[in-house]
């Protein structure tokens, strides 16, 4: 069995936060001040509020993984004296 690559843990976790964030927007909202606001709940905004918390997620998540390892590799190749 192949064990799942670092990039797809990170992207299914973007997926997860990018969820939660996007509900959390629409919490404080009921359903009759969407609709009047803004005509009616448009998908494709929620949509558009899905992608930029998925992008905000899955940089957060690669930048961290990197300066993770990087610190690591720094670490490992440094003499001990």
Not at 24 to 36: K, N, R, S, W
Not at 46 to 62: D, K, N, R, S, Y
């Amino acid at each position: 069995m192949k064990a799942p690559s670092l990039l797809a843990i990170s992207i299914a976790w973007s997926v997860v936060i990018a969820c939660i964030m996007t509900a959390i927007t629409f919490l404080h909202q009921t359903p009759g001040e969407v609709a009047a606001a803004e005509g009616g709940l448009q998908w494709g905004q929620v949509g558009f509020l899905f992608l930029i918390w998925f992008i905000a997620a899955e940089l957060t998540l690669v930048i961290g993984g990197a300066l993770y390892f990087g610190v690591a590799l720094l670490l490992r190749r440094r003499p001990r004296g």
